[in-house]
């Protein structure tokens, strides 16, 4: 099992772009998440699904949209990248009913 | 509102030493869950521990213990006799179920082991 893998793992954005976070988990979880951390700050939820088709906003949501077609695959969506996007972002999973969330290895994102 | 605190930034230790990470919570909740996670230097998250709000016993797992008491709104993290591979950012965690665990993180406390 791969786990939840990330891709890509570092991106350099302007201003103004565009770009897809993809997220994808073989563990057949049904929640997914995506968390955006700043420097020296802990995590923040940004958006979260609980199965196919079904997405929820967590904290943090503006600036970003995802969906959920697949249980497996769980994108993020940047329309118009702005410099305070500047973050790592995680992607997480977890099987429902159990709380405790896996995590990929994070997507290292600069907007300049 | 819910709310995680761990007031220590940074500690650092000399090898062997114990060490002990404080957390606190707030939640109106009386169902949440308790983590702890570590982020070592490479980044990714690695889970250590989940507790309910049920059950207060504390758990040791080899070098690492873990004191819950609601009481105190407290789940504090401790390492015994720590190694420089213990040196990360250690995150304490509160989850409600809304349908999907939403999950509020600590700022988090970075961890310093030197030989």
């Known amino acids: 099992n791969a786990g939840v893998t990330q891709t890509p793992k570092f991106r350099i954005l302007k201003i103004g772009q565009s770009m897809t976070l993809q997220c994808t988990q073989d563990?057949?979880?049904?929640?997914m998440y995506w968390y955006r951390q700043d420097p020296g700050m802990g995590l923040k939820l940004i958006y979260y699904?609980?199965?196919?088709?079904?997405?929820d906003k967590g904290e943090v949501p503006n600036g970003y949209n995802v969906s959920r077609s697949t249980t497996e695959d769980f994108p993020l969506r940047l329309e118009l990248a702005a410099p305070s996007q500047t973050s790592v972002y995680f992607c997480a999973s977890s099987y429902p009913g159990l709380p405790e969330a896996f995590f990929g290895q994070g997507t290292r994102l600069t907007v300049v | 509102a819910q709310k995680v605190t761990q007031a220590q930034t940074e500690i650092s230790v000399v090898e062997k030493e114990d060490v002990t990470l404080d957390c606190v919570y707030e939640t109106r909740d009386t169902t949440y869950y308790l983590f702890w996670y570590k982020q070592p230097p490479s980044g990714e998250l690695v889970f250590l521990i989940r507790r309910n709000s049920f059950d207060e016993q504390n758990e040791i797992s080899g070098r690492y213990s873990w004191n819950f008491q609601k009481s105190t709104s407290s789940f504090n993290f401790t390492i015994t006799a720590s190694q420089v591979v213990d040196s990360a950012v250690y995150f304490c965690?509160?989850?409600?179920?809304?349908?999907?665990?939403?999950?509020?993180f600590g700022a988090g406390t970075r961890l310093f082991v030197k030989a």
């Open positions: 965690a509160l989850s409600l179920n809304t349908g999907g665990f939403k999950t509020i």
């Open positions: 563990m057949n979880h049904n929640y």
């Open positions: 699904s609980v199965g196919a088709g079904i997405t």
